[in-house]
């Protein structure tokens, strides 16, 4: 079983940047491909970026393509979201999730969530 807590959520002004850090413990971090979602109250999960088991192979959403970048860590179980230019509309719940190999992109363990606002 993955435990996933994720970390760096705050409240910033449209422009400024931040970076979401999610650890992973409890299984082989580097068996996962790992992603990051965003969802609001009433409105359908985003898959905002993933990144594969090496990080050699990375996938973004066009809402955030261009500004937010997706890493990992495997020596330290840990995958970071950073988000450069926050608008608005950025402004939601932001979840990491891991998906086991050979699941077809089934994300079986979710994070808690962190809060990002973004204040115009």
């Known amino acids: 079983q993955v435990q996933l807590v994720e970390s760096g959520g705050g409240l910033v002004q449209a422009g400024v940047s931040l970076r979401l850090s999610c650890v992973a413990s409890?299984?082989?971090?580097?068996?996962?491909?790992m992603g990051w979602f965003r969802q609001s109250p009433g409105k359908e999960r985003e898959k905002v970026a993933v990144?594969?088991?090496?990080?050699?192979?990375?996938y973004y959403a066009d809402s955030v393509k261009g500004r937010f970048t997706i890493s990992r860590d495997n020596a330290k179980n840990t995958v970071h979201l950073r988000m450069n230019s926050l608008k608005p509309e950025d402004t939601t719940v932001y979840y990491c999730a891991a998906s086991p190999p050979r699941s077809s992109g089934r994300y079986d363990y979710w994070g808690q969530g962190t809060q990002v606002t973004v204040s115009s």
């Open positions: 990144i594969s088991m090496s990080g050699s192979n990375t």
């Open positions: 409890g299984g082989t971090f580097s068996w996962y491909a």
